[in-house]
C-alpha cells in the first residue's frame, strides 16, 4: 500500500524557514517523479515543485523560485522542501503527491504552514 | 502562470446528473495535455478521480465519467449521491511552462 506522510509544518514569522518532510512507502521511491502541491486557506490547489526519480532534475513554479528548494533522498525514501523567505500568502496546507503520467497518483494527508507575525 | 476556470458551484437533487466543465486547457495539439480530475472532502487530502481525460482508478465507481474535447473537458457524475459533495479540481500540464496548472475548483451540492 502507497502511503505519504509529510511532517515539518508550523507557525513561522515572515522572512522565516521550515523544511518540509515527506516520508514514503509501499512502492520504489526512486522510480518516480514527486511534486509538493499547496492549498491556501479557502483556496484552490496550487503545484509547487516536482523532483525527477534520482534527484536530477528539479521544477518549481515561478512564485517560489529562489526561495524553496526541492530534494530527496532515495536511501530514506523521504522528500523534502525546503521553504525560505516565507511570506503570509505561502500560508497553506502542503501536499507531497506520487506523479503518474502528468497526474498526482497519490497524496500524502497534508502538513499545515503558517506564516504570520 | 495558467489557471483553468470551472464553475465555483453546480448542484443536484440525488439520483440527478451534473457535470463540471473545466476550461482553458492548451488549444494547440502538439501542446495539449491530458485532463485529470480530484475529488476532496473537507479537511482531506484530494484524491484522483479520473485520469488521461477519461480512465477511473480502481475502486471509483462507474457513476463518474470525463471527457476532453479540444480547449475544454468536463467531468460528469450520473445518480448524484450524497458522499459526492465535495470539492472537484481538474489538472492538466502546461508543456511551454513545464509546469502542473488545476482548476479553479467546484463544489458539489447534494440537494
Known amino acids: 500500500e502507497v502511503q505519504l506522510v509529510e511532517s515539518g509544518g508550523g507557525l513561522v514569522q515572515p522572512g522565516g524557514s521550515l523544511r518540509l518532510s515527506c516520508a514514503a512507502s509501499?512502492?520504489?521511491?526512486?522510480?518516480?517523479?514527486m511534486s509538493w502541491v499547496r492549498q491556501g486557506p479557502g483556496k484552490g490547489l496550487e503545484w509547487v515543485a516536482k523532483?525527477?526519480?534520482?534527484?536530477?532534475?528539479?521544477v518549481y513554479v515561478d512564485s517560489v523560485k529562489g526561495r524553496f528548494t526541492i530534494s530527496r533522498d532515495n536511501a530514506q525514501n523521504s522528500l523534502f522542501l525546503q521553504l525560505n523567505s516565507l511570506r503570509v500568502e505561502d500560508s497553506a496546507v502542503y501536499y507531497c503527491?506520487?506523479?503518474?503520467?502528468?497526474?498526482?497518483?497519490?497524496w500524502g494527508q497534508g502538513t499545515q504552514v503558517t506564516v504570520s507575525s | 502562470q495558467s489557471v483553468l476556470t470551472q464553475p465555483p458551484s453546480v448542484s443536484g437533487a440525488p439520483g440527478q446528473r451534473v457535470t463540471i466543465s473545466c476550461t482553458g486547457l492548451?488549444?494547440?495539439?502538439?501542446?495539449?495535455?491530458?485532463v485529470h480530475w480530484y475529488k476532496q472532502l473537507p479537511g482531506t487530502a484530494p484524491k484522483l478521480l479520473i485520469y488521461g481525460n477519461i480512465n477511473r482508478p480502481s475502486g471509483v465507481p462507474d457513476r463518474f465519467s470525463g471527457s476532453k474535447s479540444g480547449t475544454s473537458a468536463s467531468l460528469a457524475i450520473t445518480g448524484l449521491q450524497a458522499e459526492d459533495e465535495a470539492d472537484y479540481y481538474c489538472q492538466s500540464y502546461d508543456g511551454s511552462l513545464d509546469n502542473f496548472v488545476f482548476g479553479t475548483g467546484t463544489k458539489v451540492t447534494v440537494l
Open positions: 509501499g512502492f520504489i521511491f526512486s522510480d518516480y517523479w
Open positions: 523532483i525527477k526519480g534520482d534527484g536530477r532534475a528539479k
Open positions: 492548451r488549444p494547440n495539439l502538439e501542446t495539449s495535455h491530458d
Open positions: 503527491a506520487r506523479e503518474g503520467y502528468y497526474y498526482f497518483e497519490y
